[in-house]
């Protein structure tokens, strides 16, 4: 789909920095906002995007959520933030574009309906997953801990699930929206890899990882994946649970995502997630599960907003 200069002028969202992706998804947010009839925001900058929400309005109503339940998930999330968390509030409440809102409009509902959120990870994950205990936004317990990976790596959504054996897992879950996986430099993935060097060789050397693929996967658009699913590979090395997953999600339209996970699953000594407990998703295919199962007016939100039908 082609977007014309013209319709990047209308709804004001030309930003000559963006991806093809991040340029229609911005457009898709913005159209989103001007049909509820929400006031426009301004970036960080002061720059006045179709993407943003006017920040006093934007506090106020918590419209940038689409449901009561997702708002006090949300609130839930705010009151019990965890040290060295990344939640931001101006990315909460005014960027649409953001993948935080999108975390909590995906996920919200099941973190306030456990039954729902074990229907829908059964259908998703029908032999790991009989029931989801709890659902947890930007969480990590392991930040700074040197037997983990030292870092500050958090898990954007962190599901806890018994499964069919009764065995307790989690399912450690990080949401791209329109992201391109370059936004870090590579002077911060370096350093990043220097102060934590020996947890990251640790953790990937004679493991799930083909020999040689360090150089490839400390830099981008590998190294927050990586990071992240080190960061699950270590839980369950330190048997924290007795089983856990690393799920990397995004919208599979977002051509520089996929390529990045196609580049980082020839790192991988398998394709069984089993076995290198690395899972890919895409976003569209999580949203239309849902509505299969719910058909409610949060998950035809859900589809209009991000998916644009």
């Avoid at 977007?3 to 340029?23: G, H, L, N, P």
């Avoid at 960027?95 to 409009?105: G, H, I, R, Y």
């Avoid at 693929?213 to 649970?241: F, T």
């Amino acid at each position: 789909m082609k977007i014309s200069e013209e319709e990047k002028e209308r709804y004001q969202v030309k930003v000559k920095s963006d991806t093809f992706y991040r340029s229609a998804a911005r457009l898709l947010q913005s159209k989103w906002r001007e049909q509820k009839g929400y006031p426009i925001g301004v970036s960080a900058r002061n720059n006045k995007y179709g993407n943003y929400i006017e920040k006093e309005y934007a506090e106020y109503h918590k419209i940038n959520f689409l449901t009561e339940n997702i708002r006090k998930q949300v609130d839930i999330a705010l009151e019990n933030k965890e040290d060295k968390s990344l939640i931001d509030k101006s990315r909460l409440w005014e960027n649409m574009l953001s993948s935080q809102p999108l975390c909590f409009n995906l996920f919200g509902e099941l973190a306030h309906d456990l039954q729902l959120a074990s229907l829908f990870f059964t259908v998703v994950l029908p032999d790991k997953i009989k029931e989801v205990t709890r659902i947890l936004f930007e969480h990590s317990a392991w930040r700074e801990n040197t037997k983990y990976t030292g870092d500050k790596s958090a898990f954007d959504v962190f599901v806890e699930y018994t499964s069919p054996i009764g065995r307790k897992g989690f399912l450690g879950i990080e949401v791209k929206y329109a992201e391109s996986l370059n936004e870090e430099s590579s002077a911060k993935s370096e350093n990043i890899f220097r102060a934590h060097e020996t947890e990251y060789k640790r953790l990937t050397t004679n493991s799930i990882f083909k020999n040689n693929s360090l150089d490839k996967l400390c830099k981008p658009p590998l190294s927050q994946i990586w990071r992240d699913h080190l960061l699950a590979i270590s839980v369950v090395k330190n048997k924290d649970y007795e089983e856990g997953y690393f799920i990397f999600l995004y919208p599979k339209s977002n051509s520089q995502c996929e390529k990045g996970v196609r580049k980082y699953k020839e790192q991988l000594i398998s394709e069984n997630y089993e076995t290198t407990l690395f899972i890919s998703a895409h976003l569209e295919d999580y949203i239309n599960i849902l509505n299969e199962i719910i058909h409610s007016d949060w998950t035809k939100e859900l589809k209009e907003r991000y998916l644009g039908y």
